[in-house]
T-cell receptor, first 114, second 112 residues
Framework: NAGVMQNPRHLVRRRGQEARLRCSPMKGHSHVYWYRQLPEEGLKFMVYLQKENIIDESGMPKERFSAEFPKEGPSILRIQQVVRGDSAAYFC????????????FGPGTRLTVT | GQQVMQIPQYQHVQEGEDFTTYCNSSTTLSNIQWYKQRPGGHPVFLIQLVKSGEVKKQKRLTFQFGEAKKNSSLHITATQTTDVGTYFCAGGNAGNNRKLIWGLGTSLAVNP
């Protein structure tokens, strides 16, 4: 019974490159959430998606960041033209039901921008 | 906007001492959830409370949801080194159930 899977676990990018983070939700879960966490800080909500739809992207920066959750395949968080300030841990979580139901987190992707 | 405040931000205790973290919302919550994140790990769901005044226990952990559904607490009795980590509360907005509103967490350190 696989949990939430994220890859890669660690990603190093140079400034200006693109970062693609992948998340496969738990089996039977159709709701996906992305969070960003800086060292020693809390979780910052970024975006909430359901299959093929963005439900809430109020936490996403207006530029360079995008997310999708296609009908087939994992959810993708894309960061274009990365800057040093994008270095953080990015967690994906999934839930079976909509909205404020319990969430199950993946192990995270640690992004380092050099 | 709606906020969930969590205190204290940090807590150091001696092993065997008790520990409590508090969560307060500016608005009524539909539910409250608690998560634990070990150092270097990811948040792990612990429990959800839904009813006003609800109390739930998991071994040495006691979770409470206030009567007004605006506050919650997590109490750990006789802490152990395995309790080390950051404890987050997250509340559902009673008016807009789209996403959880997260507290900033309480980091617990336990001295053996």
């Amino acid at each position: 019974n696989a949990g939430v899977m994220q890859n890669p676990r660690h990603l190093v990018r140079r400034r200006g490159q693109e970062a693609r983070l992948r998340c496969s939700p738990m089996k039977g879960h159709s709701h996906v959430y992305w969070y960003r966490q800086l060292p020693e800080e809390g979780l910052k909500f970024m975006v909430y998606l359901q299959k093929e739809n963005i439900i809430d992207e109020s936490g996403m920066p207006k530029e360079r960041f995008s997310a999708e959750f296609p009908k087939e395949g994992p959810s993708i968080l894309r960061i274009q033209q990365v800057v040093r300030g994008d270095s953080a841990a990015y967690f994906c979580a999934s839930s079976r039901m909509a909205g404020a139901s319990e969430q199950y987190f993946g192990p995270g992707t640690r992004l380092t921008v050099t | 906007g709606q906020q969930v405040m969590q205190i204290p931000q940090y807590q150091h205790v001696q092993e065997g001492e008790d520990f409590t973290t508090y969560c307060n919302s500016s608005t009524t919550l539909s539910n409250i959830q608690w998560y634990k994140q070990r150092p270097g790990g990811h948040p792990v769901f612990l429990i959800q409370l839904v009813k006003s005044g609800e109390v739930k226990k998991q071994k040495r952990l006691t979770f409470q949801f206030g009567e007004a559904k605006k506050n919650s607490s997590l109490h750990i009795t006789a802490t152990q080194t395995t309790d080390v980590g950051t404890y987050f509360c997250a509340g559902g907005n009673a008016g807009n159930n789209r996403k959880l509103i997260w507290g900033l967490g309480t980091s617990l350190a336990v001295n053996p």
